[in-house]
């Protein structure tokens, strides 16, 4: 069991990868993730198997799309018998341990995990009552008073990702001290953070930093007539259909920015820490996110949709001596593959009747054989506050240059990424 390796998986939440150095971006200051990217491997072209917490999350989880697994929303409860990447770990020997956020909804909120520590900053019963933001109410979910609340501040999401990064160090501590008296069993922890999802709030300073620096979204807002029904739709319903003044945009662009650092700070301390005991050496570090953000591109905000900036997600591989250093992927893999993946690369077994694909030989060597095709799904359900009763089914298909999006009941999205990298040319009808 000691030649096994360890396995450090964090995960944020909302993180963009464009808005990270690594993945290009040269006003953000991400340093840590900077520096396991270039001791790693990067993935550009990661994506979700839904651009929606729940579901997302849960996928990975199950390595199955959502609707496989049953659990589609955030309002959905991921069945307990459904076996999992937790479950595996076990399987294999491993004791896995979760710090902060799972967000799983129902009764069990453990999904195979021995142990939970911090757990999450929002209701995780169907029909509960969702926590209170204060000042900031609604500004963590898609409506418009998130941009016009956005600044200077401080939530509580930043506050619990604190609360996180002190237990991930003190479990860290703790590892170090057990294989001092003895105990070198491999360990499996996962670390989930709140940040940078909304609210648009984060430290003054900071905020005014990247206020004097960021430019205008690349893309501006699609004119009504161009733009496809659901969008226009979700405009209104989200109380976006109204320009949104500039200030307001850059504030919360701005206020984004600065989360992401505020959350790259957290990183480095958990990735020194681990250093500092010792336990680097032989372990396995995964970042990941479960959707990414819109930041104002197109006119368009948060999540819930299929454009890239939405449905895109970062992925970073490392492992010394192991994982290549400084090498980027540009195969297009899923959350659900990742699952399988960090099995494989683990000796755990493979999750039964999953839909994803391990992609372990890809990161070890990037002419291995790989299929560049996923698939993405999002289902509204009618229970969502901003969504007026009102149930759809969509579903994004990614093969090679091409990204074809379905609607039910509605014209499809057609995009050639190869040549329209902005997804502005809707071939649809051609």
């Known amino acids: 069991m000691t030649d096994q390796p360890n396995i450090l998986f964090i995960m944020s939440d909302q993180h963009a990868p464009r808005v990270t150095g690594c993945y290009g971006d040269e006003i953000i200051h991400t340093p840590n993730l900077d520096k396991l990217a270039a001791k790693g491997t990067t993935f550009d072209n990661a994506y979700t198997p839904s651009p929606l917490c729940v579901p997302a999350r849960m996928s990975f989880l199950t390595g199955k799309y959502p609707s496989s697994q049953n659990c589609w929303t955030n309002s959905d409860s991921l069945a307990s018998d459904l076996p999992t990447t937790a479950h595996s770990l076990g399987a294999a020997g491993y004791k896995p341990k979760l710090v902060g956020r799972l967000h799983s909804i129902g009764p069990d909120q453990m999904h195979g995990y021995e142990e939970r520590i911090v757990g999450d900053h929002s209701t995780n019963w169907i029909g509960g009552f969702a926590h209170t933001m204060g000042v900031l109410t609604k500004t963590n979910g898609p409506f418009r008073v998130s941009l016009e609340a956005s600044g200077g501040g401080q939530s509580s999401y930043e506050l619990h990702d604190r609360d996180v990064t002190q237990a991930a160090l003190e479990q860290l501590d703790k590892i170090a001290e057990d294989r001092k008296n003895g105990n070198i069993t491999p360990f499996s922890l996962n670390v989930g953070y709140l940040l940078p999802h909304q609210p648009y709030v984060a430290d003054p300073e900071l905020v005014g930093y990247y206020l004097a620096r960021i430019g205008a979204p690349r893309y501006s807002k699609t004119k009504a007539e161009n733009e496809h029904p659901y969008l226009q739709w979700w405009r209104k319903c989200t109380g976006i259909d109204v320009d949104i003044p500039q200030e307001q945009i850059d504030r919360s662009r701005a ?86 993946t960090l099995l494989q ?62 609607y039910s009941n509605q014209r499809p999205q057609l995009f050639n990424l190869e040549l329209d990298p902005g997804e502005i040319n809707d071939l649809a009808d051609d």
């Open 345 to 406: 690369a683990l000796g755990a077994p493979q999750l039964p009747g999953a839909d994803g694909r391990s992609f372990w030989d890809v990161i070890l060597n990037s002419k291995s054989s790989w299929q560049n095709e996923t698939f993405s799904e999002y289902c509204i359900d009618g229970m969502a506050p901003w969504a007026s009763g009102v149930t759809s089914q969509q579903r994004m298909i990614r093969s090679g240059k091409w990204k074809l999006i379905y």
């Open 255 to 340: 206020a984004y920015y600065a989360l992401t650092e505020i959350f790259d700070g957290m990183v480095g301390e958990v990735l020194d820490r681990l250093d500092e005991n010792g336990l680097a050496e032989n372990t396995i570090i995964i970042y990941t996110s479960d959707h990414g953000d819109q930041l104002g591109e197109r006119g368009l905000w948060w999540k819930q949709t299929f454009y890239d900036d939405s449905v895109k997600i970062p992925l970073i591989f490392s492992m010394p001596g192991v994982v290549p250093e400084g090498e980027r992927r540009s195969q297009v893999v899923n959350l659900i593959d990742l699952s399988q």
